[in-house]
């Protein structure tokens, strides 16, 4: 019994020293290829761990400032054949969002990037605010994990960053992204440069900070009853415009915290069959 006791300790404490072992290896990693290993399963960077090496020398390079450039790991790992994103065939997988600007621009302006990269049907399955930041998480399908890539470009536009990017598992990813410079990606209204809108079934979004003033003229082919919202730099409501009557021309001065307008129609879009034209004026 005793022996059979002693037989079970040594290989317990065998066990459990290897593990620490292993453990401590993990915890002396420098940030660089803690995060190399955060992509990748075990085998394959055991397997690769000599080309790994030679391919991410010298370290310095994956750093912005100080801290790791993760969208630049991903970049090496792909480009040299390490890191596949494509799945078997169609999957659900769970994409979280982390920011700790205000939530509302923060989902438009991820809902717009989405889109542009051709995410158009997506849940929300999660959202969460605390006083450090704001969490969105979503869930989509599709025969690939979204490009980390593809993803920074498309947020770029907007002037937005991603900081940090951790890969929970195959199919959950989350992304910290810094909006501290961002916008809307919408066009500009410039003093004394008419803009003509053509028809749409959406709503039309313009920047607004630059003027004083805006006149919308509409034709004699449409029956325009004016739906106009005012935004500020973190789509806020400022203002809000409707009328209830056909409108040919309306002449706005612009609130002076307004960012963002919205151009609409009260009942529907469908009333501008010729579009609207849009003459700005005056600069602030």
């Given at each position: 019994?005793?022996?059979?006791?002693?037989?079970?300790?040594?290989?317990?404490?065998?066990?459990?020293?290897?593990?620490?072992?292993?453990?401590s290896m993990a915890q002396n990693d420098d940030?660089?290829?803690?995060?190399?290993?955060?992509?990748?399963?075990?085998?394959?960077?055991n397997e690769n761990e000599a080309f790994i090496?030679?391919?991410?020398?010298?370290?310095?390079?994956?750093?912005?400032?100080?801290?790791?450039?993760?969208?630049?790991?991903?970049?090496?790992?792909?480009?040299?054949?390490?890191?596949?994103?494509?799945?078997?065939?169609?999957?659900?997988?769970?994409?979280?969002?982390?920011?700790?600007?205000?939530?509302?621009?923060?989902?438009?302006?991820?809902?717009?990037?989405?889109?542009?990269?051709?995410?158009?049907?997506?849940?929300?399955?999660?959202?969460?605010?605390?006083?450090?930041?704001?969490?969105?998480?979503?869930?989509?399908?599709?025969?690939?994990?979204?490009?980390?890539?593809?993803?920074?470009?498309?947020?770029?536009?907007?002037?937005?960053?991603?900081?940090?990017?951790?890969?929970?598992?195959?199919?959950?990813?989350?992304y910290i992204i810094d909006i501290s410079s961002?916008?809307?990606?919408?066009?500009?209204?410039?003093?004394?440069?008419?803009?003509?809108?053509?028809?749409?079934?959406?709503?039309?979004?313009?920047?607004?900070?630059?003027?004083?003033?805006?006149?919308?003229?509409?034709?004699?082919?449409?029956?325009?009853?004016?739906?106009?919202?005012?935004?500020?730099?973190?789509?806020?409501?400022?203002?809000?415009?409707?009328?209830?009557?056909?409108?040919?021309?309306?002449?706005?001065?612009?609130?002076?915290?307004?960012?963002?307008?919205?151009?609409?129609?009260?009942?529907?879009?469908?009333?501008?069959?010729?579009?609207?034209?849009?003459?700005?004026?005056?600069?602030?």
């Amino acid at each position: 019994m005793v022996r059979f006791f002693l037989l079970g300790f040594t290989l317990f404490l065998a066990l459990s020293i290897n593990a620490f072992g292993q453990e401590s290896m993990a915890q002396n990693d420098d940030p660089v290829t803690a995060k190399i290993k955060s992509f990748l399963n075990e085998k394959t960077y055991n397997e690769n761990e000599a080309f790994i090496n030679v391919i991410f020398d010298p370290k310095s390079d994956y750093y912005v400032k100080d801290r790791v450039d993760s969208v630049k790991i991903i970049q090496t790992l792909k480009d040299n054949g390490l890191l596949n994103l494509f799945f078997k065939s169609p999957q659900e997988f769970t994409l979280t969002f982390k920011t700790n600007g205000s939530p509302i621009f923060f989902v438009r302006i991820m809902d717009d990037v989405l889109n542009s990269i051709g995410y158009f049907r997506y849940v929300t399955s999660g959202a969460h605010l605390n006083e450090s930041e704001f969490s969105w998480s979503i869930n989509l399908t599709s025969e690939y994990m979204t490009d980390p890539l593809i993803l920074q470009k498309a947020l770029r536009k907007s002037g937005c960053e991603i900081i940090d990017i951790t890969k929970m598992d195959a199919k959950k990813w989350t992304y910290i992204i810094d909006i501290s410079s961002a916008e809307l990606n919408v066009p500009r209204l410039v003093a004394a440069k008419e803009v003509r809108l053509k028809r749409s079934l959406y709503a039309h979004w313009f920047n607004v900070q630059g003027i004083n003033g805006l006149k919308i003229s509409s034709s004699r082919r449409n029956h325009w009853y004016p739906y106009i919202s005012y935004y500020d730099a973190s789509l806020h409501l400022v203002k809000l415009l409707k009328h209830k009557r056909i409108y040919k021309s309306i002449s706005l001065r612009i609130p002076k915290n307004a960012k963002y307008i919205k151009i609409s129609d009260l009942y529907t879009l469908k009333n501008l069959r010729d579009g609207l034209l849009l003459s700005p004026m005056g600069m602030r």
